[in-house]
């Protein structure tokens, strides 16, 4: 069959997944950073003094300060030193206000018809920016199981591309759409999650169609493209702001998703057998492992979607449980952690942005190093697949809460919250190895349908939790009231990291194959145990078998060794 190239497709595959994330994070969490930039200081048109005490230390706020005071103070040994302390503190968004910056094409225009270029920035409380925020999870759950249908349909490479394609896009429309009127930021940002909300459950669908049971965790680590995403879009906005204006956040967006898709479209396709490049050993391994022959494909495309039994699978709830809480507490401190650092610590742009988007590096570090160490317990023996769920659960959800808890109560020491903010979103990186790799492993035939239903349910917190935050901080920025919304986002946490311990089940299940279920999960059984070469010769068996009319021998092995598996 020739030499084998010195990249294979599912790593190509990978990298463009990886990027993929990165963007589809990119499209949700620009805003985030560059709304601490667009606001209007609130106090700025105050014409009064009054006296503020904090750890013992008294000094006189001017209107510069007055209702723009960071909750937390660093003492010092006189009120004259703490007040140019915080002085600086809250001049830092002005400073990158009024320095010299490349005007936006934006601000031009609006100079050019002699318009309010709001240049002291938008007049939004803290209830509108949660409105703001959060309108890109209104309707996103809308579009999550059409996802998974779209991609059985039409394949993932058209839906997957086109959504982050057309996110991006929107990008463009953002700053005059801020100018022209809030309501339509609000518009364009519903519209932009609506778009975006068949992206994870098509991803799913390819994931059962491109990789073996043995690399589904560390596949799926592809999806955590999304934290660094994150944690390098949040520095490159915050650097961009200061450098030119936070316009410039939306117009890069847009470009870069569109070098993306030109990438995407050249070189990822719907399966191995469509890829014009693959090497013929790959796609063989690939089809043998998953137990793909040409019988198999064509029984899919006449097998009915489960729908009553899928909504009413135990597995399947239990994941979502899980989902539900991990999201819950990573969006908040994704959405949130800018305003935070902000409001908490008063750390300026730049800072902020680097300070936010640390945690997400770090996730991605720890989804990589989960994964590995998941597959290996899998590949050997050594694990269920259930408790190896159970374990990546266990990390992503109750690991994490504990450390939220711990930043609730972290107060005023800003060592501490950046420690204890980093370790929580690191926690949820296991999400990779636990919930998200169940919803393959109980039905890779329809994992992007299940992962719909799930992201339909589990999209709530993406909307509710800013607002929360909103309400629970509107007019009142202090430590007490950040303890509140990270005490809920512990609670949690804690609950459904419980619930997926004790009640998980990543065992296939009959409904995902016109085949019994332990003729499946017997053939996946020995995917596992096989080397490449060997899972080759095994898929060649099961095909001159097929076209015989017997039974592959993999379908075979004795039940039990499936039932062994599972428990």
């Known amino acids: 069959m020739g030499n084998e190239p010195k990249v294979n497709a599912r790593t190509v595959l990978w990298y463009l997944v990886f990027v993929g994330f990165a963007v ?15 606001v209007k200081p609130s106090g700025s048109k105050s014409s009064r003094n009054w006296n503020v005490t904090s750890d013992n230390v008294n000094f006189t706020v001017t209107p510069q300060l007055e209702k723009k005071l960071y909750a937390c103070f660093v003492e010092r040994n006189d009120s004259n030193a703490a007040d140019q302390q915080n002085s600086g503190k809250v001049t830092a968004l ?16 609006l100079d050019a018809f002699e318009l309010d270029s709001k240049e002291d920035g938008f007049e939004w409380d803290e209830y509108d920016q949660g409105l703001i925020l959060g309108a890109f999870f209104w309707l996103h759950w809308v579009t999550q199981v059409p996802g998974g249908v779209l991609a059985r349909k039409y394949g993932t490479k058209l839906v997957f ?28 940002r519903t519209f932009q999650g609506l778009i975006s909300g068949v992206a994870w459950p098509a991803m799913h669908h390819m994931a059962g169609q491109w990789i073996p049971p043995n690399e589904r965790s560390k596949f799926v680590t592809a999806y955590l493209g999304s934290s660094v995403g994150v944690a390098l879009n949040f520095p490159l906005f915050g650097y961009i702001i200061s450098w030119t204006s936070w316009e410039y956040v939306f117009h890069f967006s847009g470009v870069l998703g569109t070098i993306w898709y030109i990438a995407w479209v050249y070189l990822v396709y719907d399966s191995p057998a469509e890829h014009p490049w693959i090497h013929p050993k790959e796609r063989e391994y690939i089809e043998s492992s998953l137990g793909i022959t040409e019988k198999s494909k064509s029984k899919e495309h006449q097998q009915p979607t489960p729908w ?39 750390w300026d742009i730049k800072m902020t942005g680097i300070l936010s988007g640390i945690p997400h590096l770090c996730r991605m570090m720890f989804a990589y190093c989960v994964s590995v160490v998941g597959d290996y317990l899998l590949k050997h023996n050594l694990m269920s697949r259930t408790n190896v769920r159970k374990m990546g659960g266990a990390f992503c959800c109750l690991v994490n809460g504990i450390f939220i808890l711990a930043l609730a109560y972290s107060g005023c020491n800003a060592t501490m919250a950046i420690l204890f903010l980093t370790l929580a979103t690191m926690m949820h990186g296991a999400v990779s190895t636990g919930p998200l790799a ?3 492993d109980i039905s890779p035939k329809f994992a992007g349908i299940l992962l719909g239903i799930s992201g339909m349910i589990t999209v709530v917190p993406g909307f509710v939790s800013p607002i929360i935050v909103g309400i629970l901080t509107l007019g009142n920025q202090t430590v007490q009231q950040w303890q509140y919304v990270f005490l809920i986002s512990a609670g949690m946490l804690i ?25 499946q999960d017997a053939r996946e059984l020995v995917s596992l145990k096989l080397s490449p070469d060997e899972a080759v010769k095994d898929g060649q068996n099961a095909s001159v078998k097929e076209q015989n009319n017997e039974a592959p021998h993999s379908v075979l092995v004795p039940s039990e060794d499936s039932s062994k598996r599972a428990n």
């Open 24 to 38: 589809n994070y990119m499209i949700r969490i620009n805003m985030n950073i560059t709304i601490v930039s667009m």
């Open 94 to 109: 002005s400073a990158l206000r009024s320095s010299p910056k490349i005007k936006s094409p934006e601000k031009i225009l």
């Open 161 to 188: 591309g086109l959504s982050n394609a057309i996110g991006c896009w929107l990008c463009f429309l953002m700053p005059l759409a801020s100018y022209w009127d809030y309501r339509i930021l609000i518009f364009l």
């Open 308 to 346: 009553r039994k899928m909504i009413f699978s135990k597995p399947m709830w239990i994941t979502v449980i899980a989902q539900w809480a991990g999201i819950w507490g990573l969006f908040t401190l994704m959405t949130q952690a800018p305003s935070y650092f902000n409001y908490i610590h008063g």
């Open 438 to 440: 169940n919803i393959i």
């Open 495 to 519: 609950v459904g990291g419980i619930l997926y311990i004790l009640l998980a089940d990543s065992t296939l299940q009959a409904w995902n194959s016109v085949e019994t279920a332990d003729a």
